[in-house]
Nanobody, 113 residues
Framework: VQLQASGGGLVRAGGSLRLSCKAS????????MAWYHQAPGKARELVAKMTGTTTDYKDSVKGRFTISRDGAQNTVFLQMDSLKEGDTGDYYC?????????WGQGTLVTVSS
């Protein structure tokens, strides 16, 4: 599975962005998919994950971010609302199947005040 992330950009605080992660193969066969955030100078952190129909979020994004998937399009989305300056950074999509993991390239989100 190869993952291609897109949808990043520049947005004002309080605004919204929708990130997409398109898989070259079927995502229906993976165990789960997730989005990670890497702020400038900081480690990559999990912000949202989906295992089957179960979703989980980092506390700081709960109520603002929503992870979803479209199996027909082999795409996973991250809807980001009420964006804050602290949400700035690269966002990476991630999938796993047993011990095998797949990463997409990052897409940059910049939130301005």
């Amino acid at each position: 599975v190869q993952l291609q992330a897109s949808g990043g950009g520049l947005v004002r605080a309080g605004g919204s962005l929708r990130l997409s992660c398109k898989a070259s193969g079927s995502i229906l066969g993976v165990d789960g998919m997730a989005w990670y955030h890497q702020a400038p100078g900081k480690a990559r952190e999990l912000v949202a994950k989906m295992t089957g129909t179960t979703t989980d979020y980092k506390d700081s994004v709960k109520g603002r971010f929503t992870i979803s998937r479209d199996g027909a399009q082999n795409t996973v989305f991250l809807q980001m609302d009420s964006l804050k300056e602290g949400d700035t950074g690269d966002y990476y999509c991630h999938a796993w199947l047993g011990p095998v993991t797949f990463w997409g390239q990052g897409t940059l989100v910049t939130v301005s005040s």
